[in-house]
């Protein structure tokens, strides 16, 4: 969304962009891999193993609520990925 933002052109087709030079854009990275997630904001960074059923590195305050954000997150846009 941020180069076709910078272009004037329209970024709506693309649902899981976020123009980064938006102010108000929520500031989040998701990061997944074959055996789980990370989840990082601004306040720190939790990344959670599937196999074990268990978060393997936390440095965020609010890991149980950041937590259920990253597996909504990837359920999300999966489901979306599978209507397609």
Same mark, same amino acid.
């Given at each position: %969304?941020?180069?076709? +933002?910078?272009?004037?052109?329209?970024?709506?087709? &693309?649902?899981? $962009? !976020?123009?980064?030079? +938006?102010?108000?854009?929520?500031?989040? %990275?998701? %990061?997944?891999?074959? +055996?789980?997630?990370?989840?990082?904001? #601004? @306040? *720190? %960074?939790? $990344? &959670?193993? &599937?196999? *074990?059923?268990?978060?393997?590195? !936390? #440095?965020?305050?609010?890991?149980?609520?950041? @937590?259920? =954000?990253?597996?909504?997150? =990837?359920? =999300? #846009?999966?489901?979306? &990925?599978? +209507?397609?």
């Amino acid at each position: %969304a941020t180069l076709l +933002n910078e272009l004037k052109m329209d970024a709506s087709a &693309y649902k899981w $962009s !976020n123009n980064i030079f +938006n102010p108000e854009a929520p500031e989040f %990275a998701l %990061a997944t891999m074959k +055996n789980g997630f990370v989840w990082m904001d #601004t @306040l *720190g %960074a939790v $990344s &959670y193993e &599937y196999q *074990g059923e268990k978060i393997i590195y !936390n #440095t965020h305050p609010k890991s149980d609520s950041v @937590l259920q =954000l990253g597996k909504a997150h =990837l359920q =999300l #846009t999966f489901q979306d &990925y599978l +209507n397609k």
